[in-house]
C-alpha cells in the first residue's frame, strides 16, 4: 500500500513537473486581420471520445503560399489555453496555424517510468508512436487509434478543405496525407517531443521543440532514451531547440539536442531570471518555473522570429 501511495505522488510531482503553458488572453489575436476557425475533432470523427477541445485555426486570408505551423501543447494542455504571444509572431512571420487538440494525458513522465521503463526500455518510443500515428496499440495509454495526431490532422485538412475552400487547404494534402514539406511543427515539453519524434520519422519543413520532453530508457541512471539517436528524416539544419538553463531537466536537454545532432547555432540556452514578485505574470511554475519561459516570456521574441524564420514556401 504504501508503495502505491509513494508511486502516486512520485507521478503527481513529475506531472506538476511537466505543467504545460496556461496562457490567458493577454494578448488577442486579432479576429479582424486573422480568420479563426474552430472545428471540434468528434465532428471529424463521431467514434472520438476524448480530447474533444475544438482544434483552432488561425491564418491570414489574404496571404498565399504560406506554411502551416502545427502547434502542439504539453501535458495536461488543452486548446482552452494556446500560447497567444507566440502564435501572433507566428503568424506575423507569414505562417497559417493549427493548434491541434489531441489527448496529452497522461504524459510519459507518468507512465514511463520505475519497473515500467526498466522492463520496457523502449517504452516511451512505443508511447510517441500509438500518440502520433495511432499504431501498434500501446495498452499503458487509453489512446485509441482514431485518436492521433496525424489522424486527427489529416481529417481537420480533409474537412477544411471542402467547408473553408477559399483556405486552399487541399494543398497541405498528398494522397489523403499531410504534406509535411510545407508544415512546419513546434511544440511545448510533451509536444516538443511529439514534434522531434514526427520530424525524425517525416520530412517536414522546420521542428521547434520548447524544452521538448525528456525520456529516458532507464529510470535510475537517467539514460536518454534511444530514439533520440535515430537517423533523421528531416534535414537537421531544419531542427531548433530551446531551453533553459535553469529548468530541472536542462541536463537531459542538452544532451537530447546533441543526440537529434541539432547544430549548435540552432539551440537556445536561455538564461533570463525570473522576477518571482507576485505581480510578474511569467513566475510560473513553483516546482519546475523556468521549464515554461521559453514559449511563454515575451523577451525571447527575436528567438522566435530566428527560429521561425519566413512562413512562405519557397
Known sequence: ???????????????????????????????????????????????????????????????????????????????????????????ESGYRVIALSFISEPGISQVCIGDTLNSNTDCAAEFRRMRIYGTP????????????????????????????????WSAYLKNDNPDWSKIAIAGQSQGGGMAEFIAQNNSVDRVIS?????????????????????????????????????????KSLREICTALKIPKDHIFALDKKIDFSSENP????????????????????PVWQTMLGSGKIN
Open 137 to 168: 496499440a500501446f495498452s499503458l495509454i487509453p489512446d485509441k487509434p482514431q485518436d492521433a495526431i496525424v489522424s486527427r490532422l489529416i481529417k481537420l485538412l480533409q474537412d477544411l478543405s471542402k467547408s473553408d475552400f477559399q483556405g486552399g
Open 1 to 91: 500500500m504504501r508503495k502505491d501511495i509513494s508511486r502516486n505522488i512520485l507521478v503527481i510531482i513529475i506531472a506538476l513537473m511537466y505543467a504545460p503553458v496556461m496562457v490567458s488572453a493577454q494578448e488577442n489575436i486579432d479576429s479582424a486581420v486573422y480568420k479563426i476557425v474552430k472545428v471540434k475533432p468528434s465532428k471529424l470523427d463521431q467514434s472520438i471520445r476524448m480530447a474533444d477541445d475544438p482544434h483552432i485555426v488561425f491564418y491570414d486570408p489574404k496571404v498565399k503560399n504560406n506554411k502551416i505551423l502545427l502547434w502542439l501543447t504539453g501535458t495536461g494542455g488543452t486548446t482552452k489555453h494556446v500560447p497567444e504571444s507566440f502564435i501572433n509572431t507566428v503568424l
Open 210 to 250: 520548447f524544452s521538448g520532453g525528456w525520456d529516458y530508457s532507464n529510470s535510475k541512471k537517467k539514460k536518454i532514451a534511444g530514439w533520440y539517436f535515430n537517423k533523421s528524416n528531416t534535414p537537421v539544419e531544419k531542427w531548433y531547440a530551446t531551453y533553459h538553463i535553469d529548468e530541472v531537466a536542462a
Open 282 to 301: 511569467n513566475k510560473g511554475n513553483k516546482r519546475n518555473p523556468y521549464h515554461t519561459q521559453g514559449i511563454k516570456n515575451k523577451v525571447y521574441k
